[in-house]
């Protein structure tokens, strides 16, 4: 019995230690199919909401250059305050309670057109049971955005919290690419 616990024993070692000729590579991925291709795009920008454009502002991707993938997700900050040299973002949707009751919300949406696998637009809008033109020049005049497109494998991989903009932008799973763009807002 132990000559063959012995032997066993033998065969096991010697076989997990053979090495051999390295296979053939295999064909080369798809851009950012593997974990470090990933780039997710940053972008800010700042607009009005009137009633010209009824109370929504629409960011188009491709006349900014970007051609974001469907299955990609839209993640959308607005710039809540800045004190002390610090700007607080504030993921939407975005609640303000007003002493009357009424209540006001900033939103946002994006359009994907499904069979070009693209997305084509997001917009940014207000909500709620307030009267919109009422509203004080704070809640609607210079109202700032920061937008991330996050390519959608890198949420299932990575352990983020997407409603914490710090913890996107710092994780070691993406690398984000900022871009300073002019949006093209389209009016309705």
Known sequence: MRTLTFIIIALTLGLTACEGPMGPTGPEGLPGE???????????????????????MVFNFLDNG????????????????????????????????????????????????????????????LSGDVVFSTLPDEYTLNQTFRVVVVPSDFLNSANVNINNIESILNSDNITLKETTVAPVLLEK
């Not at 997710?40 to 009824?54: R, V, Y």
């Open 34 to 56: 593997s974990g470090s291709d990933f780039i997710g795009t940053t972008f800010e920008f700042t607009g009005n909401f009137t009633e010209g454009n009824d109370y929504q």
């Open 66 to 125: 970007f051609d974001p993938y469907e299955s990609d997700v839209i993640l959308a900050y607005i710039l809540w305050k800045s004190a002390d040299g610090l700007d607080y973002w504030r993921p939407l949707p975005q609640t303000e309670y007003f002493e009357s009751g009424a209540i006001l919300q900033y939103n946002y949406d994006f359009t994907a057109d499904i069979p070009n696998n693209r997305i084509v637009d997001m917009a940014v809008f």
